[in-house]
């Protein structure tokens, strides 16, 4: 079955930079667009970053465009999110979602919990 484990979150200071993975299986992998969304305590899922399949081509949120960068190895079925610069409002819960269609709609792994803070 479809399965996407994320892991890389934690503790981290303002200005600070944290690499989030996603380990994925139970679906081709190399054929599928792929996304990052986050979910802040008491608010809903919201859209972070896409990448298509060949890595081709990525888009970003404007609160996060310039401080974080999607990418992915498809020889190892994994998804990649480096955050740098990071604020205490990029605090969430975040996950890695498989494929274009909507976020709650779509498989996503369990999510790694990222907290900015001093």
């Known amino acids: 079955q479809v399965q996407l484990v994320e892991s890389g979150g934690g503790l981290v200071q303002p200005g600070g930079s944290l690499r989030l993975s996603c380990r994925t299986s139970g679906f081709s992998f190399d054929k599928e667009w792929m996304k990052w969304a986050r979910q802040a305590p008491g608010k809903g899922l919201e859209w972070v970053s896409t990448i298509n399949n060949n890595s081709k081509m990525t888009l970003y949120a404007d609160s996060v465009r310039g401080r974080f960068t999607i990418s992915r190895d498809n020889a190892r079925s994994r998804l990649y999110l480096q955050m740098d610069n990071l604020k205490p409002e990029d605090t969430a819960m975040y996950y890695c979602?498989?494929?274009?269609?909507?976020?709650?709609?779509?498989?996503r792994g369990q999510g790694t919990q990222v907290t900015v803070a001093l």
């Open positions: 979602v498989r494929g274009l269609g909507t976020l709650q709609d779509s498989d």
